[in-house]
């Protein structure tokens, strides 16, 4: 259960998983879409390893970005995912507070993180959005 839409606060620890769940294609190549849930566990990169990592391969972080890939695996976020979350668990496990939102890559689940627009730089639209405030 996601409780909340999403954090105010930038909970980002690089011992926390991540879960990412989408219905997008699970590889690149393969435009067909799961009929299933996916979910996969990511890890957290911090925005200077990662805008680092992308600078070589031509592209840059904003600061209103954040990445996480699963580091050993070729698991990411794929086409179809752009707009699924990305959540963090809370302690007791059951429920979850949204921290990203999928916005980009460069391939599936490829040697560069997955980059996901991050929900705290937002909080000031989504305050005024949804409390008008």
């Known amino acids: 259960m996601v409780t909340g839409w999403g954090a105010m606060w930038d909970p980002y620890d690089e011992d926390v998983s991540k879960l990412l769940s989408s219905f997008g294609s699970d590889a690149k190549e393969k435009v067909s879409f799961p009929r299933k849930l996916h979910q996969v566990e990511v890890d957290w990169v911090a925005n200077d390893t990662c805008a680092a990592a992308f600078e070589a391969a031509g592209g840059e972080i904003a600061e209103t970005e954040i990445c996480a890939m699963r580091r050993g695996t070729r698991k990411d976020s794929c086409q179809g995912d752009s707009g699924g979350p990305l959540v963090v668990a809370e302690e007791n496990g059951t429920s979850f507070t949204q921290v990203g939102v ?28 949804i409390h008008g405030r």
């Open 102 to 129: 999928v916005s980009w890559g460069r391939g599936c689940g490829a040697s560069l993180p997955g980059v996901y627009s991050r929900v705290a730089a937002f909080s000031g639209w989504i305050e005024e959005t």
